[in-house]
């Protein structure tokens, strides 16, 4: 994936516009600060969300962070590969946040609200002169 492509959230999330349907993960660097996850919660599907908001919590042995949502709009879609499901008991694979944050780790999809934009989200040159204070 090309990754200037994407525009960042300062909380380290990514957003993929692909027409009015923008694609969410976290970047490499929040995985690297993580380290392994162990467990994943995600919005439901029909969920209105903020920009800004809290939407989710991903846990590691390391730590918890939440995952917020970088734009406005209606989940649509869970990345249900990533999550547990108790109704037949197969275990998340959250191995693929890890091994491929950009692509097989994404983790939900978002209809944008009317006139919502991704312009408020950091390039990817701004957001590897934010991270790269760390």
């Given at each position: 994936?090309?990754l200037?492509?994407?525009?960042?959230?300062?909380?380290?999330?990514?957003?993929?516009?692909?027409a009015?349907?923008?694609?969410?993960?976290?970047?490499?660097?929040?995985?690297?600060?993580l380290?392994?996850?162990?467990?994943?919660?995600?919005?439901?599907?029909?969920?209105?969300?903020?920009?800004?908001?809290?939407?989710?919590?991903?846990?590691?042995?390391?730590?918890?962070?939440?995952?917020?949502?970088?734009?406005?709009?209606?989940?649509?879609?869970v990345?249900?590969?990533?999550?547990?499901?108790?109704?037949?008991?197969?275990?998340?694979?959250?191995?693929?946040?890890?091994?491929?944050?950009?692509?097989?780790?994404?983790?939900?999809?978002?209809?944008?609200?009317?006139?919502?934009?991704?312009?408020?989200?950091?390039?990817?040159?701004?957001?590897?002169?934010?991270?790269?204070?760390?």
């Amino acid at each position: 994936m090309d990754l200037t492509a994407l525009r960042y959230a300062a909380s380290h999330e990514w957003a993929k516009l692909d027409a009015d349907l923008v694609t969410v993960g976290i970047t490499k660097f929040a995985v690297e600060q993580l380290t392994e996850p162990t467990f994943l919660d995600l919005p439901k599907v029909g969920k209105d969300v903020k920009v800004g908001q809290e939407v989710g919590v991903i846990e590691s042995v390391k730590s918890t962070s939440g995952i917020n949502s970088p734009v406005a709009g209606v989940v649509v879609a869970v990345n249900t590969s990533l999550v547990d499901d108790p109704a037949t008991k197969r275990r998340g694979n959250l191995a693929l946040v890890n091994d491929d944050p950009y692509g097989a780790g994404w983790m939900f999809q978002v209809q944008l609200a009317p006139g919502a934009t991704l312009d408020h989200l950091l390039t990817h040159e701004q957001y590897e002169k934010q991270i790269a204070g760390h």
